[in-house]
């Protein structure tokens, strides 16, 4: 089991940047992914960023590419995900998730430990 608890959403206004947090605990050793995913009020969660565990290798959802930077900081078993030039279109609920599988990191049923999700709101 692995569990994971995001901080740093928010409030801020369009060009404006924030970063999130997700502090995973338990049998992180076996994690291969760890991912960020958002969901708008009436949308489908959607893919936003992972990064592999151990090599950090990062992916991105082409629409925040450029803006958006995942990370993470092992002796913490932290992931960040900084969040620049921010957009209305971006206000969702995030969360963070991991993974002890090989699959597709941008598929959210790929990811079996998921956090409550932190509030973030670009306003215009």
């Known amino acids: 089991q692995v569990q994971v608890v995001e901080s740093g959403g928010g409030s801020v206004q369009a060009g404006g940047s924030l970063r999130l947090s997700c502090a995973a605990s338990?049998?992180?050793?076996?994690?291969?992914?760890m991912g960020w995913f958002r969901q708008a009020p009436g949308q489908e969660r959607e893919f936003v960023a992972a990064?592999?565990?151990?090599?950090?290798?990062?992916y991105y959802a082409d629409s925040v590419k450029g803006r958006f930077t995942i990370s993470r900081d092992n002796a913490k078993n932290t992931v960040y995900l900084q969040m620049n030039s921010l957009k209305p279109e971006d206000t969702a609920v995030y969360s963070c998730?991991?993974?002890?599988?090989?699959?597709?990191?941008?598929?959210?049923?790929?990811?079996?430990?998921w956090g409550q999700g932190t509030q973030v709101t670009v306003s215009s």
């Open positions: 990064i592999t565990w151990s090599g950090g290798i990062p």
């Open positions: 998730a991991a993974t002890i599988r090989r699959g597709s990191p941008t598929s959210p049923n790929e990811y079996d430990y």
């Open positions: 338990g049998r992180t050793f076996s994690t291969y992914y």
